[in-house]
T-cell receptor, first 112, second 115 residues
Framework: QKEVEQDPGPLSVPEGAIVSLNCTYS??????FMWYRQYSRKGPELLMY????GNKEDGRFTAQVDKSSKYISLFIRDSQPSDSATYLC????????????FGGGTRVLVKP | GAGVSQSPSNKVTEKGKDVELRCDPI?????LYWYRQSLGQGLEFLIY????????KSGLPSDRFSAERTGGSVSTLTIQRTQQEDSAVYLC?????????????FGSGTQLSVL
């Protein structure tokens, strides 16, 4: 079983809808949680960064972390066709130089 | 440069050949990471550099894989005697922040195809 599980999708939504993405994990040492967006043939780019449990909002994006359930979520409001991409969750225990553990990514398609 | 630069962007090689992949991190970034992304998969950690030293090589899949970093800048990932299962996108990332190292900036990767 993988340390971080993420539904591969694809997730298809109409423009303007809310996109809901999530990951579950097994390692209770994880403290830092991130969401990356990856367009085709590009490297991942950091969208959201959260330390420990709680919510964080940035524009149309909201990240939630529930450490008790080992579950993280990303919500995209008012989705746009330009949001069509693969979304990867990532997490780490936070020691200096500690590697990130990624989920497999969810492909999202926002239809105009 | 403005971002992490990787070369070549695409590499096709024959099974058994050696390949070298290059990463030029953002200027001043002390931390450098190599990841591998197979088709439809998430990113798999390979190796981490802090300056020129590699305190974590735990992700290198076999002794055919090696990496070095010189001058605290450019890094080269070498795969010897390539195998078909080595086919993947090899991504490099760098970071300037020792404490919050998780804020990685990725290059666009090298797509390696082993025939």
């Amino acid at each position: 079983q993988k340390e971080v599980e993420q539904d591969p999708g694809p997730l298809s939504v109409p423009e303007g809808a809310i996109v809901s993405l999530n990951c579950t994990y097994s390692n209770s040492a994880f403290q830092y949680f991130m969401w990356y967006r990856q367009y085709s043939r590009k490297g991942p780019e950091l969208l959201m960064y959260t330390y420990s449990s709680g919510n964080k909002e940035d524009g149309r994006f909201t990240a939630q972390v529930d450490k008790s359930s080992k579950y993280i979520s990303l919500f995209i409001r008012d989705s746009q066709p330009s949001d069509s991409a693969t979304y990867l969750c990532a997490m780490s225990a936070g020691a200096a130089g500690n590697k990130l553990t990624f989920g497999g990514g969810t492909r999202v398609l926002v239809k105009p | 440069g403005a971002g992490v630069s990787q070369s070549p962007s695409n590499k096709v090689t024959e099974k058994g050949k050696d390949v070298e992949l290059r990463c030029d991190p953002i200027s001043g970034h002390t931390a450098l990471y190599w990841y591998r992304q197979s088709l439809g998969q998430g990113l798999e950690f390979l190796i981490y550099f802090q300056g020129n030293s590699a305190p974590d090589k735990s992700g290198l899949p076999s002794d055919r894989f090696s990496a070095e970093r010189t001058g605290g800048s450019v890094s080269t990932l070498t795969i010897q005697r390539t195998q078909q299962e080595d086919s993947a996108v090899y991504l490099c990332a760098s970071s300037s922040d020792r404490v919050r190292h998780e804020k990685l900036f990725f290059g666009s990767g090298t797509q390696l195809s082993v025939l």
